[in-house]
């Protein structure tokens, strides 16, 4: 007998064997249902041989008519479950993201103007013909809608052979997009970079490069060259273009639309369940041509995947940090190598990772050092907040004040950058002192003035702000400290009556319509000054904006971590190069306690090189990533005790290892969360150790109570 091995999508250690019926035809990679437990669940045949039959199989029930997974795809979920310690069951369930996508779409029945002079023509009759013959071919309860009449009416009409009725798909397959339309006059920088991607292209080999240029200087034209190129060499290739998901936006959408006159597959979160389907569906089969994503995009099905683009490649939305941890930058190199692909990693400022892999030679390196046209990068001014001092209870300088008022009356605008949601990032009571936390948590509650609530921002939890202290009754004493960009908006109004002042974070704009909403708004000029949070530091241009004035640049240098200088550098110049994109020169004003510190002084002078380099030797010196291996173990339980009993036990099971370092268990930064009791351990080792190998040994032998749970982070970005 024929045996499928069959792997779910689900945290289980290996695949299931099963009988293939004679009449079904299967291969690695089908798409199958088969009985699982008391249900029937989809699968993927993971492998195939033949056996006596010496111990009765459930037999497959269904092999769906999907395209095989290929095998470089199947290697690639053993490598990401390998690499990230996870289950290659859940790495699956992650190519599986789309309900109803193994099936072909369903059809429905739409209605055109059809041949036969309608006969015996009443006024709802002449109401549909009139409506079918306006607009594209649509449905029988659209066009009855439309012309104010029953869907009899309409069937009627298609009996008699006034209108046309002919099936179609409820998920349309995507346009194919034209390689041949022309894209800007290239500047000589960009068209040598470009000759540069489409060579790699060209050889049909694993390739990786570095496109390097500062915001604004044409690297998106100069990808569009090579996505072009590849489309035209071969008509079954594949694209996919991940951004961070925040980019993910319809104005960067229409840029591919506009550039290759068709719409481009979309993945992220905001899908609705048909796009969803519709989008993996067509990937799957090979038919979407490119596809324009978020990090999980990389971990689907493509059949000839052929070049993979990784825009803003330094973003820290990435990593993914639930579920199956993975850096989807990294692993989207390692795809690349499996399907022998060409990889384009852009940014402005690149992660030191990054840096220091080409400067070793793994990846090619091409810049773009200048922006085309005569837009320039803004000059950048740091204000040393300890001389330049805000009045008491604001918090912009008089000279970034004085700068806002000269923008407004050139009739210009201005961004004002604030990492901090809401009102105010903390709430004390004045009477009591008592600081607001978030419940069974270690998370201060911040204050939204616009929904009168107090949230916690890392769990979600939010209350009505209360008139009463909680802790000490004592009325009307809760106080907000700290600004958050409504209150730097208040600020503003105050200073600038006359400006039309808008706020622009998640809790503004929630949604695609939102967002899009405001940065049309600001394109246009419709908006004077706008506030945010790092919401506003991707990828929009707006021609009209010369300041750019960051409230608070050393928020991020205290968060302790290793990348936190890396991060606010490459925040900060991202913001700052919001300014002066087109004609008019911009300036940037940095607010800061530490004008002498290296990020700082560094993003004064745009120096990014000497500033990566400083952080490197600091890496190197430390054998820290991407120098060293790293890896995090956290540990979760419902009280103190057990915590403490298995974060020792789990200690002395770590395997020994030569130059590997535990740290821990120690109390996690936020220690208490959502009731559980937290722990982390830390482990380094040198480059040349498998430490995902270590880390699935020492997690493999724990026995542990369902009460305690156990993540593991390789490579981990935050140290919470
Ligand atoms: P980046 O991706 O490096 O931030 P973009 O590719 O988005 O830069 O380009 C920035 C702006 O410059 C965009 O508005 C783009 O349309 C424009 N642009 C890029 N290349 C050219 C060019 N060769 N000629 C004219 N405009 C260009």
Not at 196 to 212: E, K, N, P, Q
Not at 392 to 412: D, I, K, Y
Request: charged letters at 25%; proline letters at 8%; aromatic letters at 6%.
């Amino acid at each position: 007998m024929v045996i499928a091995r069959v792997l779910f999508p689900l945290m289980l250690p290996e695949p299931f064997d099963y009988d293939v019926p004679d009449a079904m035809s299967v291969v690695p990679g089908s798409y199958v249902r088969a009985p699982l437990g008391k249900q029937d669940r989809v699968g993927l045949v993971w492998g195939l041989r033949t056996a006596p039959s010496d111990r009765p199989l459930k037999p497959l029930r269904e092999v769906f008519e999907t395209a095989p997974m290929t095998d470089t795809m199947r290697r690639f979920i053993d490598f990401a479950a390998r690499y990230n310690v996870a289950a290659p069951g859940q790495v699956l369930a992650m190519a599986l993201r789309a309900k109803g996508g193994l099936a072909p779409s369903a059809s429905r029945t739409v209605y055109s103007p059809g041949p036969q002079p309608p006969t015996r023509l009443t006024p709802a009759r002449t109401a549909v013909l009139a409506a079918a013959s306006n607009g594209p071919p649509r449905v029988a309860s659209v066009l009855a809608a439309e012309a104010g009449v029953t869907t009899s009416v309409v069937k009627r009409l298609a009996e008699t052979g006034a209108l046309l009725a002919r099936p179609e798909d409820v998920d349309p397959p995507f346009d194919p997009p034209d390689p041949d339309r022309k894209g800007f006059d290239l500047s000589p920088e960009q068209a040598d970079a470009a000759r540069a991607v489409t060579g790699a292209t060209g050889r049909g080999m694993f390739a990786s490069i570095l496109l390097d240029g500062v915001t604004g200087s044409g690297k998106t034209e100069v990808y569009f060259e090579a996505i072009s190129a590849v489309l035209k060499a071969d008509p079954k290739a594949q694209i996919l273009v991940l951004l961070p998901e925040i980019a993910l936006t319809q104005a960067v959408l229409e840029r591919f639309q506009t550039r290759f006159d068709a719409e481009p597959a979309a993945w992220h979160s905001g899908l609705s369940e048909q796009q969803r389907r519709r989008s993996w569906r067509e990937i799957a089969n090979g038919r979407a041509r490119i596809i324009v994503g978020a990090r999980s995009a990389l971990f689907l099905p493509f059949q000839t995947l052929s070049l993979i683009i990784v825009d803003e490649e330094h973003d820290t939305s990435y990593k993914q940090e639930d579920g199956v941890t993975y850096q989807a930058r990294d692993m989207a190199v390692m795809r690349a190598k499996l399907e022998d692909a060409v990889i384009i990693l852009a940014s402005a400022t690149p992660a030191l990772e990054t840096m220091v892999n080409a400067e070793q030679g793994r990846y090619s390196r091409l810049r773009l050092s200048a922006r085309p046209g005569s837009a320039r990068l803004p000059d950048i001014d740091l204000i040393d907040m300890r001389a330049d001092a805000p009045e008491r209870g604001q918090w912009l300088s008089p000279t970034l004040r004085q700068a806002l008022t000269q923008t407004l009356q050139a009739s210009e605008q201005s961004l004002l950058f604030l990492n901090r949601r809401g009102y105010a990032p903390l709430v004390i009571c004045k009477s009591c002192g008592e600081r607001l936390k978030s419940p069974a948590t270690d998370s201060w509650l911040t204050e939204h003035r616009y929904t009168g609530r107090l949230v916690c921002h890392l769990t979600g939890w939010s209350m009505p702000k209360p008139s009463h202290c909680p802790h000490c009754q004592a009325e009307g004493a809760l106080m907000g400290v700290g600004p958050g960009v409504e209150r730097v908006a208040e600020e503003v109004r105050i200073l600038l009556p006359a400006a039309r002042v808008e706020v622009f974070s998640s809790d503004t704009a929630q949604g695609g319509t939102a967002i899009r909403d405001i940065i049309a708004r600001m394109a246009t000029g419709d908006i004077d000054v706008l506030i945010g949070t790092q919401i506003v530091a991707k990828g929009h241009n707006f021609p009209n904006l010369t300041l750019v004035g960051i409230i608070d640049a050393d928020s991020g240098l205290q968060g302790g971590d290793l990348r936190a200088g890396e991060r606010t550098y490459q925040l900060l110049s991202q913001v700052a190069g919001r300014a002066g994109r087109a004609e008019r020169p911009g300036r940037a004003l940095v607010q800061t306690y530490q004008p002498d510190n290296p990020a700082m002084q560094a993003l004064a002078r745009a120096d990014r090189d000497t500033f990566l380099a400083i952080e490197r030797d600091v890496r190197e010196e430390l054998q820290l990533p991407p120098f060293g291996r790293m890896a995090a173990l956290i540990l979760s339980a419902p009280d103190a005790e057990t915590a403490t009993l298995f974060g020792r036990k789990i200690a002395e099971a770590a395997p020994n290892g030569e130059d590997i370092t535990v740290y821990g268990p120690a109390p996690a930064p936020i220690g208490i969360l959502r009731g559980r009791l937290r722990f982390r351990f830390l482990i380094t080792a040198p480059k040349r150790v498998d430490l995902s190998a270590y880390m699935t040994r020492w997690v493999a032998q724990l026995k542990l109570p369902a009460a305690v749970r156990l993540s593991v982070d390789i490579d981990p970005y935050s140290f919470l």
